[in-house]
């Protein structure tokens, strides 16, 4: 049996990882119903497979931060404490992740092979440019996507879909929250 491989990504209206200016963490629209959600989904057993530069971004944000910042959510906090996998050529253990190992190689092969091992579910937040390598590959079963209220037209910094393939979409569970973020999750299908 393999496990199931999530591709989970914040969004903006207009297909942005995050935006520049003057917006803060979540576009500034996270609610409770968001924020205990997140935590809920992060409470199952999963591993974490994270691209370097995601991998360094999170360890900068985390060292950087105090108690009291958005960076310290509970559910990020979890995802930290998860067990992680990180693909990468340049990286070498130990790493600033409690359980965290190095894969060098390419993604696909690490993911292939993690999809067969692994006892528990793969999850990745970010890592774009690996993900969109990985749904290429067919090795994504889910891509969820929450979807918060904005336009970053003028300000938007990482285009989630920037170059992917083409895919057709298959809506598998949809949920409202706090009024108007949505979280959709799809599995996707090479076009």
């Not at 209206?13 to 629209?29: M, P, R």
């Not at 990468?88 to 993690?114: I, K, M, Q």
């Not at 079963?141 to 300000?155: A, E, K, W």
Request: glycine share 6%.
């Amino acid at each position: 049996m393999t496990a199931t491989y999530t591709f989970d990504i914040f969004s903006s209206l207009d297909g942005f990882g995050a935006a520049g200016g003057d917006w803060t963490g979540y576009w500034g629209k996270q609610g409770p119903e968001l924020l205990a959600h997140r935590l809920e989904l992060y409470a199952e057993e999963q591993r974490m497979v994270l691209g370097a530069n995601t991998y360094r971004l999170f360890a900068q944000m985390l060292a950087e931060s105090t108690e009291d910042s958005d960076v310290r959510d509970p559910w990020v906090s979890r995802m930290h404490s998860l067990p992680a996998t990180v693909i990468s050529s340049t990286l070498v253990e130990p790493l600033d992740w409690p359980d965290a190992t190095v894969a060098s190689g390419d993604a696909a092969e690490v993911v292939a092979r993690l999809k067969e091992e692994s006892p528990v579910p793969l999850r990745s937040h970010g890592s774009l440019s690996m993900n969109r390598a990985l749904m290429a590959a067919g090795l994504v079963d889910h891509v969820q996507v929450t979807l918060f209220p904005v336009i970053t037209g003028r300000t938007g910094l990482d285009p989630i879909f920037a170059d992917a393939a083409d895919f057709d979409l298959e809506l598998v569970e949809s949920r409202t929250l706090d009024r108007d973020i949505q979280e959709l999750i799809y599995r996707p299908t090479l076009h």
